[in-house]
């Protein structure tokens, strides 16, 4: 999971015990990670697939 700040600096979600890369086996667990966080959007990026959606609380 990537994260865009204000200032366009790209942060990654990573592990808590290693400096890894956080992976999600589906999007909804993604996505659902990001709603714990406290985000109000997501968006998806597959190649030439974009998806967005404002998250429910």
Do not use: Y
């Not at 968006?43 to 030439?48: A, D, P, Q, T, W």
């Amino acid at each position: 999971m990537k994260f865009v700040t204000g200032d366009e600096r790209e942060e990654v979600l990573t592990l808590q015990r290693e400096e890894r890369e956080r992976e999600f086996k589906s999007l909804d667990g993604a996505v659902s990670v990001a709603r714990r966080i406290g985000f109000d959007w997501v968006r998806v990026e597959i190649g030439n697939l974009q998806w967005e959606e404002r998250l429910s609380l």
